[in-house]
C-alpha cells in the first residue's frame, strides 16, 4: 500500500520558476526521503530529512517536514528544463531503508 | 560495478510463462530490495534480503512470485505463470547494513502479452 501521498499529481511551470511540491503521510517515521524519476525508470535519490529535523537544504533543493501534521514539502528554485521529472516522497519507518514506503508522485514540467 | 544494475531492461512474455529477472547490487552491500511500480504509481515493496535471506517478504502479491540471493549478491526475482496484470517496472535497490538511502537500479520493464 502507499503511505505517502503527493500533491499536485502534476505541475508545469516556466523555466527560472520555483516549483513546491507536498507531500503526506499517514504513520510515525524514521526519516521521510525525495527520489526523481525520469521517464518511469530508475529512480534517483534527492534528499533525506530525519524526522527530528524541520528543515534541510541541498543545491537547489529545500525540503521541510512536519511531523505533527505527517507532512513534507519539496521546493526546487530556479527550475530547468532538466528538473523535469516524476518526483517520490518515500516514509522510512525503519532508519535503515529496510521497506520505503513510495507516494504516487508529482509529475513536474518545467518549460523553456 | 558503480551502480545497481538490472537485467534484462525490457522483457515481453507470454501469458502464462516463467521470467527471471536479475539484479546486481553495488559491491559490499548486503541489503537488496525489489520493488514494483506500475505505470503512473509509486513503486511498491516486494521483499527486502539481508544477505542471503529474506527479511521481509510481506510484499509478494502471491505464490506466483519467488525471489533468491543465493551467495548475498546477485538476486533473481522469479514470476511463474505470468499474468497481464504483473506488467510493471520491476526495480531492485541496494544499501549497505547502516544506510539510510537505498540506492536504485534502472529497472526492468516487464510486459506480458
Known amino acids: 500500500s502507499q503511505q505517502g501521498e503527493e500533491d499536485p499529481q502534476a505541475l508545469s511551470i516556466q523555466e527560472g520558476e520555483n516549483a513546491t511540491m507536498n507531500c503526506s503521510y499517514k504513520t510515525s517515521i524514521n526519516n521521510l526521503q525525495w527520489y526523481r524519476q525520469n521517464s518511469g525508470r530508475g529512480l534517483v535519490h534527492l534528499i533525506l530529512i530525519r524526522s527530528n529535523e524541520r528543515e534541510k537544504h541541498s543545491g537547489r533543493l529545500r525540503v521541510t517536514l512536519d511531523t505533527s501534521k505527517k507532512s513534507s514539502s519539496l521546493l526546487i528554485t530556479a527550475s530547468r528544463a532538466a528538473d523535469t521529472a516524476s518526483y517520490f516522497c518515500?516514509?522510512?519507518?525503519?532508519?535503515?531503508?529496510?521497506?520505503?514506503?513510495f507516494g504516487s508522485g508529482t509529475q513536474l514540467t518545467v518549460l523553456p | 560495478g558503480a551502480g545497481v544494475s538490472q537485467t534484462p531492461s525490457n522483457k515481453v512474455t507470454e501469458k502464462g510463462k516463467y521470467v527471471e529477472l536479475r539484479c546486481d547490487p553495488i559491491?559490499?552491500?548486503?541489503?537488496l530490495y525489489w520493488y514494483r511500480q506500475s505505470l503512473g504509481q509509486g513503486p511498491e515493496f516486494l521483499i527486502y534480503?539481508?544477505?542471503?535471506?529474506?527479511?521481509?517478504d510481506s510484499g509478494l502479491p502471491n505464490d506466483r512470485f519467488f525471489a533468491v540471493r543465493p551467495e548475498g549478491s546477485v538476486s533473481t526475482l522469479k514470476i511463474q505463470r505470468t499474468e497481464r496484470g504483473d506488467s510493471a517496472v520491476y526495480l531492485c535497490?541496494?544499501?549497505?547494513?547502516?544506510?539510510?538511502?537505498?540506492?536504485f537500479g534502472q529497472g526492468t520493464r516487464l510486459t506480458v502479452v
Open positions: 559491491s559490499g552491500h548486503t541489503a
Open positions: 518515500a516514509t522510512d519507518t525503519s532508519g535503515s531503508a529496510r521497506q520505503l514506503t
Open positions: 534480503f539481508q544477505g542471503t535471506g529474506a527479511a521481509d
Open positions: 535497490a541496494s544499501s549497505s547494513r547502516q544506510q539510510e538511502r537505498a540506492f
